[in-house]
């Protein structure tokens, strides 16, 4: 074995569980094929398909979607906060509701962010953990 | 949380699963070997995410297994430093308190991390954070917390020397990956407070 590269890039919650369901269904896709015998697959593999399923389902991951994922990206891209990349990942794990939970996400959040732009980033990221269609983003 | 590694390997596949499509044998092949396994200084390998190159394969004289080298990505869980997780606390001991996610169990938040005037129930085997305005906030059993990841620390636990093991016994108990995390800072500690 050998590490090419330890960290080659940085996968949000979401992204994981979309890959891990998507594997599980090729697998139930590969039964209804091949027959049962194609569902022997390595025991630890099964176990912690299951656990990360267990987590992240108790995580903001299982209300998002490819599309609103993206915007919300791109909308705390756009804005002139300049964030940090590791912010905004987590920002898009933790879909903070209140200013104390972020707070917490962002380093130094009072002095870099006037009161008006935090209402901003949080109303945002409001918009993107609720995809119930076009809803309007107030500015400032 | 979470990212992708790039490795590369050796990957034998023995001659009972010739019947399997070739990419199908190498996935199954990686996901043994790798998943819900800690790698050195990695992190803990959850699965394949997907093959980068194979070569061809090559039967080795003596067995009829087929030797393939094959560059691949895992998913790996790995936090950053100063990522903040939530996960369940496990148990409390005057110590501090283990959370656990579904995934991963070793995580530690020492009494020196947590808020200030914590102290420990020991009639309720509980922490109390009394916060400055009186109240008394509860780290109760299986409350989902959030935390910052201060330090992680990997111990390798490969086999040594039986004629030195007695002296290294109780360094053998140690988990490979552990992380040790903090609550004192508002906004972290258990999830309902805030």
Known sequence: MKVLEPCEAMLSNYEVLAHIQEVKQKYRDQVANQGPAAAMKPGNLETVMKEIIDYLSTTAATSQTPEATMKLVEDLAKSPLQF???????????????ETELDVLIEELES???EEQIAEVLSIIQSASQPTGDCDISEG | MFILTRLSDLVTIQPTSFTVPTRQ?????INTRYANKV???VGLAICLYDILKSSDGLIGSGTGNVNINVEFRLIVFRPFKGEVITGRIA???PHGIHVRLDFFDEIFLPKDYLFEGSVFDHNEQVWVWRTEDGDELFFDKNEMVRFRVEEEE?????PVDPALRDSLADADMKPPYKLIGSCYQSGL???AWW
């Open chain 1, 84 to 98: 940090e990349k590791i912010e905004v990942l987590m920002m898009l794990n933790h879909l903070p509701k209140n």
């Open chain 1, 112 to 114: 870099r962010l006037s």
């Open chain 2, 25 to 29: 044998a190498l996935e199954d092949e």
């Open chain 2, 39 to 41: 790698i050195h200084k």
């Open chain 2, 91 to 93: 148990n409390s001991t």
């Open chain 2, 154 to 158: 990997f111990t390798d636990n490969t």
């Open chain 2, 189 to 191: 500690g258990v999830v």
